[in-house]
């Protein structure tokens, strides 16, 4: 029997009188991308925080790698081999790429030091492309090059899970491409991928999978081709 690296179960999550997420259930198997969908509103970027531990489950079970880990903290599952990127950039803008990226390699369980961090930080950086804007303050950086730093600090804590929300929002064409392609790169790399996307170009390129939310719930799961095609996905993007 294979397990899954992620298995999301009947999760829920309320805020007051409002069901964000309403009883969620996917897995996401070992090297697969899957995208999380949905119209606005419909809570992919709750499911996300559920998952990350950003936020705590009204109701559910959540497990990594066989382990449960709904209920513990942002840190603890961050250690556990889960990372993730925010829908809005959160780089830390006086500080350099680089020591933006060593920030991120601290908070996992075996963190590196001195010159081998600075290494480690470099060749991540490389991997993004940052490599020769690696001594600007991240705050200089462009909006592409924000994201990629943000992607390089999130793989510094050497993550077996990625989840990316809208990392490929907001790029023009050229720049998509880049992004796609680097996530391909991650994806031959065997990095399992959740990413919460709008870019359909992306979606098509990047998604083995994908699962499709509608108020709160699931609407469709399965091959993107077929998600993709299927009539009542088709009507909830239909006016978009
Ligand atoms: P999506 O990512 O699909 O756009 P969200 O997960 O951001 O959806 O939001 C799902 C629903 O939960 C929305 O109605 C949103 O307004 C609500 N919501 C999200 N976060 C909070 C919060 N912290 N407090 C109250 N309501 C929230």
Known sequence: MTTALLEVEDLQKSFGGLRAVG???????????????GPNGSGKTTA???VSGALA???GRIHFDGRRIDGQAPHHIARAGVARTFQLVRVLPGMT????VQVGMAFRTAPAFGAAARDEAMA?????GLAPRAQLPAGELT???QKRLELARALALRPRLLLLDEWLAGLNPTELRQGIGLIEALRRDGLTIVLVE???EAVRALCDRCVVMSAGLRLAVGRTAEVLADPAVVDVYLGR
């Open 143 to 145: 909006y592409i090059d």
């Open 23 to 37: 009883g969620l259930s996917f897995s996401v198997q070992r090297g697969e991308v899957l995208g999380l969908l």
């Open 48 to 50: 996300l925080n559920l």
């Open 124 to 128: 991540l950086l490389e991997r993004v």
């Open 198 to 200: 709008h870019v359909m």
């Open 97 to 100: 790429a680089l020591d933006n």
């Open 57 to 59: 489950a009204s109701g």
